[in-house]
């Protein structure tokens, strides 16, 4: 299907499973099988694109998958310049912004997810006691230095993206120091940063006790690009335990009302990629196949 995409990382992991068992299925091989379960892109990290674009965009030509994101990581808390970023250092933050710019256009992508960096750890209880309310994260945003720094940052890759037509996007990030965790912290940056999207991960509300549904409602008019994650429940853990709640599993198979938020979004004529994502299962080859399966059942 020409929006189903998944990330790149799966791919690797599901190579380096499968030759631990002593049943190498090797990249390539497992890109092909993506491409006959209805797959045609991948999500890569800036990282993984900077150091082998030469061998990787061509396996992905040969068996027709394009690429449907990019996702950069910088710290612009600890690291407002041009070092700290995961595609390399740079005499200064504009000089990065424009060589990943070209390098995703080089790629044909044209969605890049900033993971902006994290908050210290007394920052970050700051604005997770206030996520219950949007005028009360708002009023703290706007006096905190970490959170001017990211929101500088943010501005300067999506200044560098428009020439582009690149879309610059921030996800619910499932760590509780990330600026951008929350509903309300991302309602900010959407409203304070000219040009900025957001990139649904569906199962990452649930890191944070959100709603996801309700966070979809709010920060519709944002999204331009999702991620489908899905959440088991780990039965033989605590019930304090937070993890319990967020096991990974192939999509289709948890909690998350993935199949409501699709349908909302064939409803209003969504045209981007849904991005099969479930880091941590234990055979990722198979799981690809079944998110796929249940993906294609519901598009």
């Given at each position: 299907m020409k929006n189903l995409s998944v990330f790149?990382?799966?791919?690797?992991?599901?190579?380096?499973?499968?030759?631990?068992k002593d049943a190498e299925v090797p990249v390539p091989q497992i890109l092909k099988r993506c491409a006959e379960w209805g797959?045609?892109?991948?999500?890569?990290?800036?990282?993984?694109?900077a150091e082998s674009a030469d061998s990787v965009l061509p396996m992905l030509a040969d068996v027709g998958l394009a690429i449907s994101g990019i996702c950069h990581k910088h710290d612009?808390?600890?690291?407002?310049?041009?070092?700290?970023?995961?595609?390399?250092?740079?005499?200064?933050?504009?000089?990065e912004a424009q060589a990943v710019m070209e390098m995703a256009h080089k790629a044909g992508s044209i969605t890049m997810l900033i993971v902006?960096?994290?908050?210290?750890?007394?920052?970050?209880?700051e604005i997770n006691a206030r996520h219950w309310s949007y005028a009360e994260t708002a009023e703290w945003m706007e006096r905190s230095d970490a959170?001017?720094?990211?929101?500088?940052?943010?501005e300067t890759f999506c200044r560098a993206a428009e020439p582009y037509g690149i879309r610059i996007v921030v996800e619910d990030f499932d760590n509780w120091t990330s600026p951008t965790a929350m509903l309300y912290e991302n309602l900010w940056f959407m409203k304070n940063v000219p040009g900025l999207h957001f990139a649904l991960d569906t199962g990452n509300f649930a890191y944070s006790s959100e709603d996801v549904l309700k966070a979809y409602e709010v920060l519709l008019p944002y999204i331009s690009h999702i991620h489908c994650k899905d959440?088991?429940?780990?039965?033989?853990?605590?019930?304090?335990?937070?993890?319990?709640?967020?096991?990974?599993?192939?999509?289709?198979?948890?909690?998350?009302p993935i199949r409501a938020i699709?349908?909302?979004?064939?409803?209003?004529?969504?045209?981007?990629?849904?991005?099969?994502?479930?880091?941590?299962?234990?055979?990722?080859?198979?799981?690809?196949?079944?998110?796929?399966?249940?993906?294609?059942?519901?598009l």
């Open positions: 790149y990382d799966h791919i690797l992991e599901a190579e380096r499973q499968t030759r631990e797959i045609s892109a991948v999500e890569i990290n800036s990282a993984t694109l612009f808390v600890k690291f407002p310049g041009g070092t700290g970023g995961s595609a390399g250092s740079y005499a200064s933050l504009e000089e902006a960096g994290f908050l210290s750890e007394e920052d970050a209880r959170i001017r720094r990211v929101q500088k940052g943010l959440r088991a429940v780990n039965a033989s853990a605590p019930d304090t335990d937070l993890r319990k709640y967020i096991a990974a599993c192939a999509v289709g198979e948890g909690y998350i699709v349908d909302k979004e064939k409803a209003r004529a969504y045209d981007d990629f849904y991005v099969i994502e479930h880091y941590g299962l234990q055979d990722q080859l198979e799981g690809i196949r079944r998110s796929a399966e249940y993906m294609r059942s519901i």
